[in-house]
């Protein structure tokens, strides 16, 4: 099936290049990181996670998001989700090859990357982050791959595939538990230590990937013959419209817990985030940004008329997957380690180095969800069926 | 029999699998004993079972007294002068009061005038009880059996510093660049290190095994009690039973191993 990408129009041949295009600036950059050193990153002793490892867990997120379409249609035989299967599992391979991505460009030491493997350490997180999200590739790939092939040759998927897809279901939010369980156990770190962290980052995965879906399945219609469905993408919107809902819930619990209680450790990082400590305050802006993003999808969302109408479910979905972004994909990680150990403030803000790595990271995802789709799209359109019978 | 290029493919794709999980779990049977035991010890190694030490902070009264301490340490172990706050690299510093013991006190501003002012020497706690040892995916990082030291690999190391994450105490240092252009006199009798590594105090391992007491130590002339908190006759054991000490974040149930003696 790969040879269908290799074809395509105009339109889809400049996207290519101008992915290869950032992929070949980030890749220079990365060439500068890795013989200078990660000191050519805004990341410092007191803030020694940055913009890759906040890429990585939001990325993780998006990843396990492919569940949300997975399951209604594999478990409950929600038909409408017949098409738009394949997106969400071939998002959940890009996203998790980000993820791995974003791991290896922030370690100081890549080429002993493989150490994980050979002195495998079952008490730490990381160790199970690994086999959870290799897992969780080679799952998608292989049930994206094989539904793919079957629905090409007219035949029903085989058997042993719904075992599979049974496990992926499964597996899903363990990638994103497991994630949380990388910052939710350190002692000291305040912000982090809560027992809600893992149960939120599954809610802002759950409402960040499917509106991320709704905006490619919009952009899919509108550029190939292929047409995810109205209704599928009305479903998607509702599941965006829940898990955000639990989302801000979950986000309301933090702040109460910590300004209630009014113990100071707690409180302080937040009012980083939110209002500037001490005078610090480089993150206050994009935190804001954040929150007002989410009022503004709550209110398109929750409103069944607006919601209903595609062009504003696509701009609520633009606006949740935003405000996610930079509360997951940014204050999260950098708000655990301000203030530090000492309960003074080093504040973070990536490099133009850093963002261009982080840029060419992204760019290797999308071209790879982009030659992953343009093959999904080339079968749906060389079989032209409407009803999929897997 | 002929096979398929396709198929090759896929076998060939899940031996790879295979074989990468099988060298995994081939390591995790491997019996646990991988410490160096293969060489002769030294017959003046000190011997102890839990290393610790006390800093007695009324001894430190001059800048002098701090510096010699820090210098000490800095200069036989490489470690490096950066000059920029955001890449420092230190294994034993001062911090306030207030902020080495954040949690003890939080704010109070009726302290007593020598604390509030006072320096406080801060370095790797050497805790029985390691957030950084559970969260390192390499055992870069491990608590060695025979006397409790928190130990670094550097050359294990991938980096990844999710053990300055879980250090409470601030006490991991990583090398953000090579460092070495930043050494003033290299001591070619200890490594230095090379750019992408984590680092810390490391309780001079290499002087105890030579007999010598931690650098720090002996050049605080008395101000630092070296010793084991394993045996009861030992002069730090007598120290802690007779004088008031406190340790840094203690609720956090990781054990350290350094003591700060506040009251006579």
Known sequence: MLETALKGSRTYWIWILFLLTIIGIGLIFYIKQFIVGLGITGMSRDVSWGFYISQFTFLVGIAASGVMVVLPYYLHNYKAFGRITILGEFLAIAAVLMCMLFIFVDLGQPLRVLNVILHPTPNSVMFYDMIVLSGYLFLNALVGWTALSSERKGVPPPKWLKIFVIISIVWAPSIHTVTAFLYQGLPGKHFWMTAIMAARFLASAFSSGPALLIILALIIRKFTKFDPGKEAIQALGKIVTYFMITNVFFLGLEFFTAFYSAIPAHTHPFVYLYAGLEGYNKLVPLMWLSNILAIISLVLLVIPQLRRNEMLLAIASVCVFFSLWIDKGFGLIVGGFVPNSFEKITEYWPTIPEVLIALGVWSIGFLVLTILYKIAVSVREEVGSIDIHH | ?264
């Not at chain 2, 820090?70 to 706050?85: K, W």
């Open chain 2, 1 to 264: 029999m002929s096979i398929r290029r396709r198929d090759f493919l896929k076998i060939a794709g899940v031996s790879a699998i295979a074989g990468i999980g099988g060298v995994s779990a081939l390591s995790l049977l491997k019996i646990k004993g991988s410490e160096a035991s293969s060489y002769i010890e030294d017959p003046k190694t000190l011997k102890g079972k839990r290393w610790a030490i006390a800093i007695d902070i009324q001894k430190f009264q001059t800048p002098e007294d701090y510096a010699r301490v820090i210098n000490a340490c800095h200069s036989i172990h490489n470690v490096p002068d950066i000059g920029n706050p955001k890449e420092e690299i230190k294994w034993i510093w001062t911090e306030s009061y207030e902020h080495s013991f954040p949690s003890q006190d939080y704010g109070n501003p009726y302290i007593q005038d020598h604390l509030k002012k006072k320096p406080f020497l801060v370095l790797c706690n050497h805790c029985d009880n390691p957030p950084c040892v559970r969260v390192c995916p390499t055992k870069a990082t491990f608590k060695r059996k025979s006397d409790g030291i928190v130990m670094m690999d550097m050359h294990r190391c991938i980096g990844c510093r999710f053990c300055m994450a879980g250090c409470p105490y601030g006490a991991r240092s990583f090398n953000w660049r090579d460092p070495r252009p930043y050494i003033k006199k290299i001591n070619p009798e200890f490594p230095a290190r090379m750019k992408g590594v984590v680092e810390k105090c490391t309780f001079c391992y290499q002087r105890i095994a030579v007999g010598l007491q931690p650098a720090c130590v002996e050049a605080s002339k008395g101000a630092m009690i070296f010793g084991d908190l394993a045996d009861p006759n030992s002069e730090i054991r007598r120290v802690l039973s007779s004088r008031y000490t406190i340790r840094r974040k203690p609720e956090l149930g990781t054990n350290p191993s350094i003591f700060y003696i506040i009251g006579g």
